[in-house]
């Protein structure tokens, strides 16, 4: 069996949630043409052409704390998880496990719903984005968020983004040619980890022998 | 024999210029510590260790038009030019050849350097930077250098350039952990040659037979 650990899904809940909070976003008006990533039935069906295969599935960008304020992230958080939480109930064989969404812009929020939908909903990992509104990881207020996931001894997936309003030059006020994605978003996930590197979170909180709690992808 | 295409040494005359330009300046106080940078004996001792070898030479960064404005970096580049092309002279068997250097914030002075270098001083290539000042090689201002370059047909040497002023999160002022260096180089020579791409240019000025106008390094 091969087991797919970065698939990205958008329950129906939480997409309808994202068309009424920002009707005009490139999630809500393009990501939909790709069906296997809102229609279950569309994803249940692709998979089926690859036979012995399952896939943890997490939600696709944007990051939470870029759609709404840090009294609204909590609760779209829920949402999103609940909902992933759901699938995998409902298709144990296909979707073995989901990675939690986090309200990064609200951090008491987050250490609430990392031990919600790890003990609840049953969630294997967060996942959470190179920067929080254009504030490293590695910045202070986030490190109870890798500290109770150390003490959950449960991976973090970061995920690139970075968005065209990022220049390459800097007499420029947006990135050109797609940059800011096709080499942005490696570039995003290196400067993610050097800066965690250096900030000393490898030394803080070292991996168990079971499990490596941060990877990038 | 090996001939090595991308080496950089400051000659004396154009680093005692930089001394009285830009006093302060890393180029100034912590360059000078790698020895054979700026002393050719040293230099030559030094190649000495490795046979059959020789080096094409160019100028160490900073670019010209980071030091000083367009009515000096025309002399500057003269004397660096100068300098490069004396010591390919006097030791042709080591340094078989130099690539010079532009005043890129004066594009009619870079017109007149470029021929000058070639039929007087017999450079073979030049050397510019992956941005001018923040503004993208690509830039229309820029067209008339390649087009000179093509119509020589020699080659063009890209080396990165970015200072940690900047930074990788929108919500800082500078990088940190040296990120942009060792990550921001080699994305700014990515993204220099995919504006290049983009902009149309190997379609305009097509490489001939002979060589490949545009390098990157």
Request: hydrophobic fraction near 45%.
């Amino acid at each position: 069996m091969i087991i797919d650990i970065y698939n990205h899904f958008m329950p129906k809940q939480y997409f309808d949630r994202l068309g009424d909070l920002i009707p005009g976003h490139v999630a809500v008006t393009a990501f939909p043409r790709l069906r296997t990533l809102i229609d279950l039935d569309a994803r249940l069906k692709l998979l089926d052409r690859f036979g012995d295969y399952a896939q943890v599935l997490s939600l696709a960008n944007p990051p939470l704390e870029t759609i709404a304020g840090p009294e609204q992230t909590a609760e779209l958080a829920r949402i999103a998880n609940d909902g992933l939480a759901e699938i995998c109930r409902r298709h144990p064989a296909r979707f073995p496990a989901f990675i939690a969404s986090m309200p990064m812009n609200n951090v008491p929020a987050c250490l609430v719903e990392i031990d919600r939908a790890i003990a609840t909903l049953g969630a294997r990992g967060i996942q959470i984005f190179t920067n929080v509104n254009g504030t490293p990881l590695s910045a202070p207020q986030f490190r109870p968020i890798f500290q109770k996931m150390r003490a959950h001894d449960l991976p973090i997936w970061i995920h690139p983004i970075r968005a065209p309003n990022f220049p390459d030059y800097t007499s420029e006020s947006a990135s050109e040619a797609e940059i800011w994605f096709s080499f942005g978003w490696p570039y995003e996930t290196t400067a993610a980890v050097t800066r965690l590197i250096y900030s000393g979170i490898y030394d803080e909180l070292p991996a168990s022998r079971s499990s490596r709690t941060i990877w990038a992808a």
